[in-house]
């Protein structure tokens, strides 16, 4: 059984740029929920999606969006990329009808915009 | 304001030793605490979960505690192990939608 997993790895860009992250969840799960992490920080809620729309949103601006598609994967879409978009983004899943809802994490994908 | 806080930010021990990572939060309505563990460069992976009502959880050399009433948490970590190393995540789920608020992490290394 595949765990949660992110494309591409890396991903190197230039200010201004827009970027296309990938997320598959877990066998199972239904809810995906994406994060940014910068360097020695905690991960930061960008938003979750259920049933192919954004359920819940954190503290992002518009230039962050993202899609669910009807096999559950998931894309998140950063417009107009600025430095401080640098970090590493995780995409976590869960079912929503399992108890606790944990989530589950993928490795994440680097970003670095120069 | 939900938070979440840790301490401390970093610590060294030596190979074989045990540590105790602490946190506090102030999130509300709380679900449940759980404690992450996340390599350099990957993604955070599950160590403990604990529900209001439990007040120890182990999994291995990991053992989690939670005082619900002060709002406080620790990990601590037995006979440490050089694969030890890496930082460790404080995270409370408060709400039925799975809503986390995470803490900024201890980072642990373990020398020889």
């Known amino acids: 059984d595949a765990g949660v997993t992110q494309s591409p790895t890396h991903l190197i860009k230039t200010r201004g740029q827009q970027v296309t992250l990938r997320c598959s969840p877990k066998?199972?799960?239904?809810?995906v929920s994406w994060y940014q992490q910068a360097l020695g920080q905690g991960p930061q809620f960008i938003f979750q999606?259920?049933?192919?729309?954004?359920?819940q949103r954190g503290n992002f601006p518009d230039r962050f969006s993202g899609h669910q598609f009807p096999n559950y994967s998931s894309e998140l879409n950063v417009n107009a990329l600025l430095l401080g978009d640098s970090a590493l983004y995780l995409c976590?899943?869960?079912?929503?009808?399992?108890?606790?809802?944990?989530?589950?994490f993928g490795p994440g994908t680097r970003l670095t915009v120069l | 304001k939900n938070q979440v806080e840790q301490s401390p930010q970093s610590l060294i021990i030596l190979e074989g030793k045990n540590c105790t990572l602490q946190?506090?939060?102030?999130?509300?309505?709380?679900?449940?605490l759980r404690w992450y563990k996340q390599d350099t460069g990957r993604g955070p992976v599950s160590l403990t979960i604990m529900t209001f009502s439990e007040n120890t959880k182990s999994n291995g050399r990991y053992t989690a505690t939670l005082d619900a009433d002060t709002k406080q948490s620790s990990l601590h970590i037995t006979a440490s192990q050089l694969s030890d190393s890496a930082s460790y995540i404080c995270?409370?789920?408060?709400?039925?939608?799975?809503?986390?608020?995470f803490g900024a992490g201890t980072q642990v290394v373990v020398t020889p």
């Open positions: 999606y259920y049933e192919e729309e954004e359920r």
């Open positions: 976590a899943s869960s079912s929503s009808g399992r108890s606790y809802n944990e989530q589950f």
């Open positions: 066998s199972g799960h239904d809810t």
């Open positions: 995270v409370v789920y408060f709400d039925s939608w799975g809503k986390l608020q």
């Open positions: 946190c506090n939060y102030t999130v509300s309505p709380f679900s449940n």
